[in-house]
């Protein structure tokens, strides 16, 4: 599945770089992670990692933005890992993906989940 995903994106232009099970490449100034699985081929992770770093004083408050766009927005899934939050997109696909309709929409709820987080932020 990643090598067709890498094929995908070298195909509409974007420059990935594979290393191991992820392949990293930019897209509107943002570097978006493709993780790949090794024990299930048909699982996709799409990440736009660090999108805020999370320290003790504004934890609760990213906690509570991440968890109200996690629960009003399809598909995107919102986590701090590392103390930081990153905006992700987990999908299982058939055996014969449509990577023109799936990678285009998955980048734009990743973007759209990153200004979601900002501006359930800004209203607390």
Known sequence: MLEQIFEY????????ERTGNRIRFKYQMFTIVVFG????????????????????????DALEALNFVNDNTKLVKLYIYDNEVWVGVEQLLDSTPNFGDIVPRTLNVLVDGRERFYKALKEL
């Open 9 to 16: 994106l070298q195909k509409e232009g974007f420059v990935p």
């Open 37 to 60: 699985e090794e024990n299930d081929e048909n699982f996709l992770n799409i990440t736009l990692p660090g999108i805020f770093d999370v320290n003790e004083d504004n934890r609760i």
